[in-house]
């Protein structure tokens, strides 16, 4: 390993396809101005991505899993492979764009206090991908989300209290959380508060860490005039049909509270989620239409309400 290395570029793979070999591309197109490597981390992969990387001419390391770890724990084995003293986290269907990578480093670089920086996300076809968002939510912005009541709201005021898809990610901001497509971060941030938390296999885990860097003081920062076209879910989708992704989706942003909020707040916030999708599970029977979806994220809530009134009110009861 080259200790002169002062960035690790880390990119977990689990059947990535083509969208590997075109992001690890992407960044030897418009490499860093620091010395670098980038580690692929790989998951036990078989549908050949692997090998599309394997001839590319570069500062490639390959790390090949003999399982399926899950995103938090082979990106944590491979932090802990480098030495760098800043970790740049890219998912295998991102692609950096010219000087990307550089005005992240930049942000940490000007200011010791941020713990993490995230650029601006697209879609493929350009459009802006929302990316940022409450840290965690309460009961009001589960409300005004579900049940779409932001419309009744100044767009101002709309963008400043939800971001996500209210707000046009257009301006330079310290932030309370962002998606960990691409999440560029200090070492030394992560010796102080510890790496990604390996309880989560596949969600949740950037926004739990996000509010574990908080509570230890780290700012996080976004920068828009870095830009990462993501192309979104494509190896979640290799795993689960849709419907599965977002059932374990839901499952994880109630693992990510649970484990972020007082078991008191975890109960509003689930409370509030069951009034939402009481509501609307009502709507859909009123209009006799399918609520499978409805059902089995009922039945979560039904099972962490459980969970969290014995944390509560019965402690040792089984």
């Known amino acids: 390993m080259n200790q002169a290395v002062e960035l690790t570029i880390v990119i977990v793979n689990w059947n990535g396809g083509e969208l590997l070999r075109r992001c690890v591309e992407s960044v030897l197109a418009y490499p860093p101005n620091v010395s670098y490597e980038i580690v692929v981390a790989d998951n036990a ?13 570069g500062p490639l390391r390959l790390i090949e899993n003999g399982a399926n770890l899950g995103f938090a724990k082979a990106n944590n084995l491979a932090i802990a492979a480098s030495r760098a003293p ?8 991102a692609e950096v764009t010219p000087g990307a990578i550089d005005k992240l ?17 697209l879609n493929t076809d350009g459009s802006l991908q929302p990316s940022v968002w409450r840290n965690p939510p309460n009961a009001l912005t589960i409300l005004l989300e579900g049940w779409q009541l932001y419309r009744l709201l100044p767009a101002r005021w709309r ?14 901001r310290n932030v309370t959380g962002f998606n960990g497509a691409a ?3 200090r070492r030394s941030m ?4 510890g790496a990604l938390d390996e309880s989560f296999e596949m969600y949740g885990e950037d926004g739990e860490w996000c509010a574990r860097m908080r509570k230890h003081g780290w700012q996080l920062f976004f920068e ?24 374990q989706e839901i499952d994880a942003w109630f693992r990510y509270q649970k484990a972020v909020l007082s078991p008191l707040s975890f109960v509003c916030n689930t409370l509030t989620h069951a009034l939402v999708m009481g509501g609307l599970r009502l709507k859909r029977a009123l209009v006799r239409q399918p609520a ?24 040792g009861t089984p």
Not at 159 to 168: F, K, M, P, V, Y
């Open 86 to 93: 800043w970790i740049f986290l890219l998912n295998p269907d």
């Open 183 to 185: 999440m560029f971060v």
């Open 159 to 172: 963008s400043e209290l939800l971001l996500g898809q209210h707000w046009g990610h257009d301006k330079q």
């Open 190 to 193: 992560i010796e102080n508060i």
């Open 292 to 315: 499978e979806y409805l059902d089995a994220v009922m039945q979560l809530q039904v099972k962490y309400l459980k969970q969290s009134c014995r944390e509560l009110f019965g402690r």
């Open 224 to 247: 828009p005039a870095a830009e990462v076209i993501h192309h979104g879910g494509q190896s979640a989708l290799k795993r689960w049909t849709n419907h599965e992704r977002r059932l």
């Open 105 to 121: 480093l930049a942000i940490l670089q000007a200011d010791p206090k941020i713990g993490a920086c995230a650029p601006r996300l």
């Open 45 to 57: 992969s078989t549908d050949g991505s692997l090998e599309g990387v394997r001839t590319l001419a």
